[in-house]
């Protein structure tokens, strides 16, 4: 589904992208994990050209996320979550999770509504569809933002640390609602430092530093023989947090 053969991006001097590969199956779940500064948000991000890669090349369903027409309709096959949930506040919960649809796929308000109360029933947060974001928890929020990013029925899924910015209490709900999707078949590239999460869904665990892949391997084998020194000596550190 996904192809990235030797990327690079710059950020002025700062190689934040150093000769990145990486294949990516349909319904595979990927993890990303790293130090600060590694690369692992740069990485997502380039996949779906809110950064512009430097070098290399990517390509999703076959077709190359280069500029172009077929790039654009390409892109909208990707659905992204972020670390903060971006919700238009002056919108309701119904009204945010509607107007993608609307906008991008020139969809009548009827089916969209219906469509959109559908995706939060999937994530189960349907009861506050005529709230404000303001009025909900974190958690609530980044269930709502998954639920958009579902709305224009993605074939592929990016999460750039979806509960970095909940408190404690509110993560598992949004893990939930993560596992639910990974259940369901979605493909899912989830850049995150819940190590739990890793074992528990993805078929690969990548990790990276300075802006290169490090080592790629199944969660078993990551967690419990781990090749490369520099990832023992991560795992070393986080997993006794």
């Known amino acids: 589904m996904l192809s990235m053969d030797g990327v690079h991006k710059w950020f002025g001097g700062f190689h934040a992208l150093d000769d990145c590969?990486?294949?990516v199956?349909?319904?595979e779940k990927i993890v990303i994990c790293g130090p600060s500064g590694s690369g692992k948000s740069?990485?997502?991000r380039c996949i779906n050209a809110i950064e512009r890669h430097d070098g290399g090349r990517i390509t999703f369903s076959g077709v190359s996320l280069d500029d172009g027409r077929e790039?654009?309709?390409a892109r909208k096959g990707i659905g992204m979550v972020f670390q903060q949930f971006n919700l238009f506040p002056h919108l309701t919960v119904l009204d945010n999770v509607m107007l993608a649809p609307m906008l991008v796929k020139r969809q009548a308000p009827?089916?969209?509504r219906q469509q959109a109360l559908a995706l939060l029933e999937r994530v189960r947060i349907v009861e506050q569809a005529n709230k404000y974001p303001g009025?909900?928890?974190g958690g609530q929020q980044q269930r709502v933002a998954i639920a958009r990013a579902l709305a224009l029925q993605p074939q592929l899924m990016l999460f750039d640390e979806p509960t970095s910015a909940l408190d404690p209490e509110m993560v598992g709900e949004v893990l939930e609602a993560m596992q639910e999707?990974?259940?369901e078949g979605m493909t899912m590239i989830v850049v995150t430092h819940e190590m739990g999460f890793a074992r528990q869904v993805a078929d690969r665990v990548i990790f990276m530093e300075a802006g290169r892949i490090v080592e790629v391997q199944p969660p078993d084998r990551f967690f419990d023989n781990?090749?490369?020194?520099r990832t023992r000596a991560f795992l070393g550190k986080i997993l006794t947090h």
Do not use: D, K, M
């Open 71 to 73: 790039a654009v309709q």
């Open 110 to 112: 009827t089916p969209s």
């Open 135 to 137: 009025q909900l928890s």
């Open 21 to 23: 590969s990486l294949e």
């Open 42 to 44: 740069t990485l997502i």
């Open 25 to 27: 199956s349909q319904g």
């Open 181 to 183: 999707l990974a259940r």
């Open 226 to 229: 781990p090749q490369s020194e």
